[in-house]
């Protein structure tokens, strides 16, 4: 059934459509989750063509998620909000929900930037540990451009057409400044040749993330296309390092990045490849620091992906050390949702499970098409334990440009992802 019957305050309140491998009792919500029983939990969280009404606008579809936790241990989970159809441009605003108990219901939708008839999109948020201030990162073109010019619209081709900005929190995320355009700061002008105008550009999306080692600690960093953009004094300043090996060349050729700190203090960043091979259709990347450089793309073989985004977690950095990892693990489909666990800073990943083994409930029986999860995702670990995700769901409909695009939020702790196995770093 549908949820856009259902009164429109209860949509954002769909609570836990199946808890099954293991009731979630007060007492293991408390526990750590490689205590716990295995468990997991799923709600509907942006309902694509629904009841998802915000200042007169009932949403086509929600995609591109970001989810963050905060200094004060509150959910918040972006997204793009589509007005009127699935598309990559027009009237696309930026919006989001928060959850003060680990997910278990969220209010209201609201919105962080709408202004307009252009897009505002590609969230990448990350949390000042030091402050708590909440800082997100957004990119946007003008009304009637797109990134190719299709239907009609006009292709972004010079700088400037896309813009990146920045908006703020200091309330754990209940309001939010005006954005501030960056673009000026943080955007290059031309490509390696110096001739090619920069002109398409994203951050993210998904999150950047707050060092904790070494001499940069309290860094912020945020991926975008070609190069990191930081902030070495809790965001009051920021600058940008193209990607660069230690000779100076430039490393190029990815897109829509996503990063972590490795335990010895350096960044690994796992991207999406522009134009790949058909041997290539693998994660893309590329380990450094901002000062020394890094090196060039290396295609891991181990995680297939259908040239689409895909989120990274630093689950815990004392022993045993876990990274976590959700793609489509696949070369063709982006349907094919798995996470994934690596104990050495992303070079082997030693379990995985897919996202199809907790099904979702009869409430993603939307409209009339079939169910299709999978796509761009965001992490983030929750107050109790666990692993929070937003993953995309696809209505897939007769016509796949009026389909309905969806954002579910997934609940695992470490034993269900490790299914029965003994964790054996």
Known sequence: MRNRDI?????????????????????????????????????????????EVLNGITYHSFRIPSLIRTKADTLIAFAEGRASSNADYGNINLIYKRSTDNGATWGALSEVVGSGQGTWGNPTAVVDQNTGKIFLFLSSNPAGYSQSGAAGTTAISQWGDRRTWLS????????????VDMTAT??????????????????????????????????????????????????????????KKADGTRVEGTNESMIL????????????PDNPTAT?????????????????????????????????????ASAPARMEFLNSNATDTRTKMAIRISYDDGHTWKYSRPLSDAPLPAWSGLGTGTVKEGGYSSMAKT??????????????????????RSIVFRKVNLPWILNGQTESP
Not at 168 to 179: K, N, Q, R, V
Not at 207 to 230: C, K, N
């Open 168 to 179: 703020t929190s200091t309330d754990d995320g209940l309001t939010w400044s005006t954005p």
């Open 7 to 51: 009164p429109r305050g209860m949509t954002a309140r769909r609570v836990l459509g199946a808890l099954v491998a293991g009731a979630l009792t007060a007492a293991t919500m408390a526990a750590p989750a490689h205590a716990a029983t295995a468990a997991h939990s799923e709600v509907l969280l942006f309902d694509g063509g629904g009841s």
């Open 186 to 243: 943080l955007t290059p002008h031309t490509k390696a040749d110096g001739v090619t105008p920069w002109a398409w550009d994203a951050v993210g999306p998904g999150v950047g993330i707050q060092l904790t080692f070494g001499a940069h600690a309290g860094r912020l960093v945020i991926p975008a296309i070609g190069r990191d953009i930081y902030s070495d004094d809790d965001g009051a300043t920021w600058q940008y390092e193209l990607l």
């Open 261 to 272: 700190e490795a335990m010895d203090g350096t960044l690994y960043r796992s991207d999406r």
């Open 280 to 316: 290539q259709h693998y994660r893309w990347v590329t380990r450094g620091t901002i000062e020394g450089g890094f090196t060039d793309y290396v295609v891991d073989g181990h995680l297939p992906d259908p040239i689409c985004q895909a989120s990274l977690l630093r689950y815990n």
């Open 383 to 404: 107050a109790d334990f666990f692993t929070g995700m937003l993953v995309e769901v696809n209505e897939d409909t007769a016509s796949n440009s009026t389909s309905h």
